[in-house]
């Protein structure tokens, strides 16, 4: 049974992030989709809120799970008897970050590999930041996130404004 880690701030989740969801769903067993509490952003979605919106796109994805995590990455993964993490790199830019997580999360624990997935090319410009910010000015973000995130970001930015 190949159990895969898919971590994040998923603040909000995009279509980028369930695109790579749905891969991961297909070349494994099971796809914990780990949403991080402790990062050092402070998120418009709670990390329960996060979650809930995941849950609600991969509800016909039945060998994934959508948990919150805090903490060390490589002792959570441990944690789930997994020994791989997934993340999405969407273009160079994304590449540098990632090969310096990967590899600090590799000296930790050596036993841990990432593997880097694309999502589609389409959604290659899409960011959380970018999703917020459009939302936050009155934008349509229907096409780049679920219906019920979009619904949830104006309900949001209408309370916090
Ligand atoms: O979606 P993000 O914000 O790029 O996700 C980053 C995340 C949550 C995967 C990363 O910050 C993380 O793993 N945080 C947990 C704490 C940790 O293990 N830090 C050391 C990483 S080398």
């Given amino acids: 049974m190949r159990t895969v880690v898919y971590p994040g701030s998923f603040d909000p989740p995009t279509n980028g992030h369930l695109d790579v969801i749905q891969r991961a769903s ?11 509490r402790n990062n050092n952003k402070t998120p418009l979605f709670s990390p329960d809120e996060r979650k809930e919106l995941i849950k609600e796109s991969v509800s016909e994805l039945a060998n994934v799970d959508v948990d919150v995590f805090e903490g060390l990455l490589i002792d959570y993964v441990t944690k789930q008897n997994c020994n791989i993490v997934i993340r999405g790199i969407r273009a160079v830019s994304d590449f540098e970050f990632e090969f310096q997580m990967a590899l600090m999360n590799r ?24 999703v917020k910010e459009i939302a936050s000015l009155g934008g349509d973000v229907s096409t780049f996130v ?3 995130t979009s619904k949830a970001l104006v309900t949001k930015l209408r309370k916090v404004s």
Avoid at 26 to 36: C, E, K, Q, T, Y
Avoid at 113 to 121: G, H, I, K
């Fill in 26 to 36: 297909r070349l494994f067993d099971r796809v914990v989709v780990a949403v991080a």
């Fill in 146 to 148: 679920s219906e019920t």
């Fill in 107 to 130: 000296k930790l624990n050596e036993k841990i590999e990432t593997l880097f997935m694309m999502p589609r090319a389409s959604y290659s410009f899409l960011s959380s930041h970018l």
